[in-house]
């Protein structure tokens, strides 16, 4: 079964940068709509950015817009979130979901297909 693969995650001090990549495991699927979400300890999963089929269309949380971008490159079915000035608050994993639906949405329940995250730590 194809699912999202995350990468990129890490260790990084504040005020640095990280770039996390989504890929899909086995054979190169159609590209779908695709969001990041993270999830810190004891925290519900929360919304980070979405990116539609051909990158038209993004959507990034407050909590993120101006800091991180999302974008994809369709030719090798690879979606990235580009993370700057990074906070200790950002720290958590991240998780890649893909949405079989075309139109993008922030909502954790319309999202079909979820990654096993990737950590992301910003220390203070």
């Known amino acids: 079964q194809v699912q999202p693969v995350e990468s990129g995650g890490g260790l990084v001090q504040a005020g640095g940068s990280l770039r996390l990549s989504c890929a899909a495991s086995g054979r190169l699927s159609s590209n779908y709509v695709t969001a990041w979400f993270r999830q810190a300890p004891g925290k519900e999963r929360e919304f980070v950015a979405t990116i539609s089929r051909v990158g038209a269309a993004t959507y990034h949380a407050d909590s993120v817009k101006g800091r991180f971008t999302i974008s994809r490159d369709n030719a090798n079915a690879l979606v990235f979130l580009q993370m700057n000035s990074l906070k200790a608050e950002d720290t958590a994993v991240y998780y890649c979901?893909?949405?079989?639906?075309?139109?993008?949405?922030?909502?954790?329940?319309?999202?079909?297909?979820w990654g096993q995250g990737t950590q992301v730590t910003v220390s203070s």
């Open positions: 979901a893909w949405r079989i639906g075309n139109s993008i949405t922030k909502n954790r329940s319309d999202y079909d297909y």
